[in-house]
């Protein structure tokens, strides 16, 4: 049967029949299974639809043995991917050289380089951003890292 606009607009404001919301099912009923309003609430699988997901991000840490190692860390850099170069352990010279060229690179690339440590160097692809987290007791501030190729 079609209700009328007036019907309507007196249930919209609360002044229209009320309907009977008791629910037809009672407790053992539902712990049984009987059918209900969750029905099936339990079965899994069945309507759900997989998020997509984004591929799992790596971070690689790297030593290089030598000059020709470089390129394996400019195409992590290229892929947009971070990149940590540990030069603690390797002659003076070939670190110099690893620094200028990956630094180079890095720059070109409008990526980021940062000394974590002694020895320890982070390089980052232009999406990332490394934030500094400050002890408590210090100003925090929504601040980045200052890059190595910041002007001083």
């Known amino acids: 049967m079609r209700r009328g606009l007036i019907d309507r ?7 229209g029949e009320v309907a009977d919301d008791t629910c037809e099912f009672t407790e053992d009923s539902i712990l049984r299974g009987d059918g209900g309003p969750w029905a099936g609430a339990g079965q899994r699988g069945k309507g759900l639809v997989a998020l997509p997901q984004s ?6 840490v790297t030593e290089p043995g030598s000059f020709d190692d470089i390129p394996g860390i400019l195409e992590r850099l290229k892929k947009r991917r971070p990149v940590i170069v540990r030069i603690s352990d390797i ?3 070939l670190a110099r050289r690893v620094l ?24 980052t692809p232009s999406n990332f951003e490394i934030g500094l987290d400050l002890p408590e007791g210090e100003e925090k501030k929504d601040r980045p ?3 190595f190729f910041d002007k001083r």
């Not at 591929?55 to 690689?60: E, G, M, Q, S, T």
């Not at 720059?107 to 982070?122: D, H, I, P, R, T």
Request: charged share 20%; no cysteine; glycine share 12%.
């Open 9 to 15: 607009l007196l249930d919209f404001m609360g002044f």
């Open 55 to 60: 591929p799992r991000a790596r971070l690689v």
């Open 91 to 93: 002659d003076r010279e």
């Open 100 to 123: 200028d060229f990956a630094g180079g690179a890095t720059y070109a690339l409008n990526g980021s380089m940062q000394k974590v440590s002694e020895g320890v160097f982070l390089f």
């Open 145 to 147: 890292l200052p890059s």
